[in-house]
């Protein structure tokens, strides 16, 4: 009877324990910092959701799992709407949109590169890559496809090789991520593969974005959705030939995939997804003369294709709330910049950025053109309705309209 006894206090005793104190309790998320940036904003540097609704506003979808996001106006930096702006999180490869807004203009698209076993040393383990081959030349119209397109990190460690190597590319990263007050972003691997202390935000990111676009190059790059590359030389015969194949943008607005449609609209800008970072996304996208900006990072919902999905969320909810919401926060210009006159980019004239070259707004071009491209890629290019107001690497375009591929009216399969 006593051990009887025993044995029903001690199963009592457990039982209150496995109650009152679980075995494995689960792992609470990361929480937003209590004090973030306030760079474009005081209320930018607040934790939690930023928005404030007017008349006939739509409230905020339902479902946002991202530990950060941001819907801005491109054309007059108002931001509409945030999450967690500010927070400083790992940025996969939309870092690579920093590494474009800052090599790209060096190097015209003509010239040619052999690529050397040392550009390709050192990249880390489950890179994403183009398919680049030591000893073969590729132009850096190629390079830049391999970018874009693949998100190719050994296309980046190319461009990085001939600008002078990683170190001095990484330093020219990092002085203009400050020229552009993106001051979340520390740069550590050009090409946003993971890497201890770097991170950016979704601010920071945006910022970059909005840079970035008023380079022609930039946006035509970003916003293809498939093209030939280099293959291998071979020789076969005596003869010595060399095959391309076709790569496709990463870009799931921009593609498609099962389940998820293109986005009406769409036109860029640049992914990213690793294992410390998770999915990342910044888009740029046109409807009814708005063009809007939305970065998204690191959903906590891991089902497929989450990161777009909010993304397209935050898009749709953007465009409704325009003009009905009062601004949070607004996209900042970049350092020692007058907003009142326009100074084009060194070796950039204001119409090869996407400006007039005049100092008032231009009429509109209702046609649009196409652009036959290197290696027989074509890319249709409209212009958008509407005045911008866009902030470029080396100076502030004000009052110039601003080219955006004709994504709109899909283009049929090459």
């Not at 970018?147 to 990092?174: C, H, I, P, Y």
């Not at 998770?278 to 708005?290: H, I, L, S």
């Amino acid at each position: 009877m006593a051990a009887k006894s025993v044995s029903l206090v001690t199963s009592a005793t457990l039982l209150a324990l496995s109650v009152s104190a679980p075995a494995f309790a689960e792992e609470k998320p990361p929480q937003p910092p209590a004090r973030m940036s306030t760079v474009g904003g005081a209320r930018l540097g607040q934790a939690g959701t930023q928005v404030t609704l007017g008349g006939g506003a739509p409230v905020l979808p339902k479902g946002l799992s991202a530990r950060s996001w941001i819907v801005a106006d491109a054309e007059s930096g108002e931001v509409l709407a945030a999450h967690n702006a500010h927070w400083r999180l790992a940025p996969a490869s939309t870092l690579k949109m920093l590494f474009a807004d800052t090599v790209l203009p060096k190097f015209p698209k003509t010239e040619k590169h052999k690529v050397a076993v040392t550009d390709l040393s050192g990249m880390g383990p489950g890179s994403s890559m183009v398919g680049i081959k030591e000893e073969e030349t590729y132009t850096v119209h190629d390079l830049w496809l391999g970018v874009f397109l693949k998100s190719g990190n050994d296309a980046v460690r190319v461009l990085s090789a001939m600008n002078g190597g990683l170190e001095q590319t990484v330093r020219d990263m990092q002085q203009h991520a400050e020229d552009l007050q993106a001051l979340d972003t520390r740069v550590v691997s050009p090409d946003g593969y993971d890497a201890a202390g770097q991170v950016s935000s979704a601010y920071d990111l945006t910022l970059i974005a909005r840079s970035g676009l008023q380079k022609k190059d930039f946006r035509e790059y970003c916003s293809t959705v498939r093209a030939q590359f280099p293959g291998e030389t071979k020789k076969k015969k005596g003869k010595t030939t060399r095959e391309s194949f076709e790569i496709q943008n990463t870009n799931r607005l921009l593609t498609g995939d099962n389940g998820l449609p293109a986005y009406q609209g769409i036109a860029g800008v640049k992914n990213g997804n690793t294992t410390n970072a998770g999915a990342t996304f910044t888009g740029v996208a046109e409807r009814n003369g708005k063009v809007l900006l939305v970065t998204v990072m690191n959903p906590e919902k891991k089902e497929s294709n989450e990161v777009y999905k909010e993304t397209a969320k935050l898009f749709d909810w953007g465009f409704k709330a325009a003009g009905k919401v009062t601004p949070v926060g607004e996209l900042v210009p970049p350092r020692g910049v007058n907003t009142g006159s326009t100074v084009p980019s060194p070796g950039e004239s204001a119409s090869s950025a996407g400006g007039s070259g005049s100092g008032s707004a231009t009429k509109p071009v209702a046609a649009s053109a196409t652009d036959k491209a290197a290696g027989g890629m074509g890319i249709a290019l409209a212009i958008t309705g509407g005045v911008l107001v866009l902030v470029a690497a080396g100076g502030f375009l004000i009052n110039r309209r601003w080219p955006l591929p004709d994504l709109m009216r899909r283009r049929p399969r090459q």
